[in-house]
């Protein structure tokens, strides 16, 4: 889990947390919650944390106004809520997670079938509990009248006091959901309770006439309109996952005729957050909080330790099944250090792990190969760095991702 900070439309700054899985994520999610709800109510938070326990990403947030993100609450609108939803997955985008699904909670759901049309990334869209009509959210104003006649007056929603103002009425009327359902243009899911004493089940109904396939529905038989059991909330999470993957993209495997240039971009997200691209996935690298960072990737330093990593495991991996050695796996731990007055001052510090039936001789010829994998050698011999301001980088002057196979190959007839 990581904090996501962003701007909203007018500046202000929106307060989001984004739930990572342990590994690479398969998709990222943007998840918006119910009305005056926050990024840490149960069912945002319960959802996001099984859905990142089946391997998404996921982004949460305050709307504005709401929990820690910046704003006041009395202007906010329905609009605003669409907005506030752009900027986030323009946040996203930019960060390298472009979301590919956009789940919404209430009138959060509402306003992810209005923001949809205004992000190409996204393949599937979900709704929970959501009204078809955005007006529904007048049933919850206990003095509507007042606050419509005065223009401005604090009103009771879910038995807490808000300042709001007709404005907020006045837009929500102004929407035709309808029509942005039917031309939605995207895979939907409807997920509603029967026992939705909030939001009726003939909400439900509606969107789902008034959109076109491929749509689905799941009743959430016993639920309330919170998802406060536990077990309803890790339910939809596990229904969201399995009929989400049908629709998402699946990144294509890297070849070796493909680009070897990687690209580091700016983020403006914190003073160091940069967006790399390699090999057809994008992801965060990043300083520590404590010099100055966000800390919300590795830093240049762990991914070129990564790299002499990687490099040794696939080599001592090759070398093993050329060889027919009894290795059953192998993992890889590397360090970098610095020393001053010595030469040569960054060393490397590695350690091998090898599991398997394998004999003091074997483990000895596996720890000897692993010190001539490309990377290792590389480090080894010193590299020649050039340096220009713009243009773009020669494909010709770049090795292709296949180039090392040749070494490799080499390797396995290794004695």
Same mark, same amino acid.
């Given at each position: ?23 690479? !994520? ?13 990024? $840490? ?10 859905? @990142? ?57 509402? !306003? ?22 955005? @007006? ?37 009327? $102004? ?40 749509? $689905? ?15 309803? !909330? ?16 699946? !990144? ?24 790399? $691209? ?33 490099? @040794? ?19 890889? %731990? ?26 003091? %001789? ?51 007839? @290794?004695?």
């Amino acid at each position: 889990m990581e904090d996501f900070d962003f701007p909203g439309e007018s500046g202000q700054i929106l307060s989001g947390r984004f739930d990572l899985p342990e590994g690479p !994520a398969s998709a990222h999610v943007l998840f918006a919650h119910c009305f005056t709800c926050t990024k $840490s109510s149960l069912a945002a938070a319960r959802v996001a944390k099984e859905l @990142t326990r089946l391997g998404f990403g996921v982004l949460r947030f305050d709307f504005t106004g709401l929990g820690q993100s910046g704003g006041d609450f009395a202007d906010s609108s329905f609009s605003g809520s669409i907005a506030d939803i752009l900027s986030a997955a323009a946040a996203m985008r930019a960060a390298g997670r472009a979301p590919s699904l956009l789940i919404g909670h209430s009138l959060g759901g509402a !306003a992810v079938l209005a923001a949809a049309a205004d992000l190409p990334d996204v393949r599937a869209v979900v709704t929970i509990a959501a009204p078809f009509d955005a @007006t529904h959210a007048e049933k919850l104003f206990t003095n509507l009248d007042e606050l419509m006649e005065r223009g401005e007056a604090e009103v009771r929603i879910g038995g807490r006091p808000f300042r709001m103002r007709s404005s907020f009425i006045e837009d929500l009327r $102004s929407h035709d959901q309808a029509e942005r359902i039917r031309r939605l243009g995207r895979p939907l899911l409807i997920l509603h309770s029967p026992q939705d004493a909030t939001v009726g089940i003939d909400n439900a109904g509606a969107i789902f006439q008034a959109a076109r396939h491929p749509k $689905s529905f799941v009743s959430l038989a016993g639920a309330d309109h919170l998802l406060t059991r536990r077990e309803d !909330a890790e339910f939809v999470a596990s229904i969201v996952s399995g009929w989400a993957r049908r629709y998402l993209p699946e !990144a294509p495997p890297r070849t070796a005729e493909q680009s070897g240039v990687v690209t580091i971009v700016e983020t403006g997200q914190g003073d160091f957050q940069v967006e790399v $691209s390699a090999g057809g996935v994008s992801f965060l690298a990043d300083e520590p909080p404590e010099v100055g960072g966000l800390g919300s990737g590795p830093t240049p330093y762990d991914l070129l330790s990564a790299g002499l990593g990687a490099c @040794t495991a696939m080599t001592v991996r090759l070398y093993a099944r050329g060889k027919g050695l009894p290795l059953d796996r192998v993992s890889v %731990e590397v360090g970098h250090s610095r020393r001053t007055g010595m030469e040569p001052p960054d060393p490397f510090v590695r350690r091998l792990h090898l599991e398997g039936e394998l004999s003091a %001789e074997q483990r000895r010829k596996l720890v000897e190969i692993a010190e001539k994998c490309p990377v290792h050698r590389t480090l080894h011999r010193g590299a020649e760095i050039e340096t220009a301001e713009g243009g773009s980088l020669a494909e010709a002057t770049v090795e292709k991702p296949g180039a090392h196979a040749q070494d490799r190959a080499q390797l396995a007839k @290794t004695k």
